[in-house]
């Protein structure tokens, strides 16, 4: 963080200091995260639950996980695969299952006047 000192008043100052004291003294007597973290499993114990109950295990496909990308919320996949629906005609190896952002070459294609239709697989 980079504050030019030199452009503001003592009033300025006298409040920078105020408010940084504040802090550090917030940031130097909060409890360490691993003792947290020991308070709140033996809390979630002590009522008989255990974290997974509450939270679900990593990677569980009961707990939906969601997630922030390019600021829109994306629910997390099973991970299935799906079949194409689209391929491009000049080259065979470029496909797209119609989920999702549509590829470059479909969207230039598009552009060019074309159909998306044109491009399903049959």
């Known amino acids: 963080m980079n504050v030019d000192l ?10 920078l200091i105020s408010r940084a004291e504040v802090q550090q003294t917030k940031v130097l007597t909060r409890p360490k995260a691993s003792a947290m973290r020991a308070k709140i499993n033996k809390y979630v114990r002590d009522h008989g639950y255990t ?33 194409p629906k ?9 496909t797209w299952s119609g989920r999702g952002r549509q590829p470059r070459w479909l969207a230039a294609l598009v552009e060019a006047g074309k159909s998306p239709d044109e491009f399903l697989i049959k």
């Open 6 to 15: 030199t452009k503001l008043s003592a009033k300025e100052l006298r409040s």
């Open 51 to 83: 974290i997974e109950e509450l939270y679900g295990a990593p990677g569980d496909a009961i707990a939906v996980e969601a997630k922030k990308k390019n600021g829109r919320r994306i629910a997390k996949s099973s991970g299935k695969k799906v079949a």
């Open 86 to 94: 689209y391929r491009n005609p000049t080259k065979a190896s470029e």
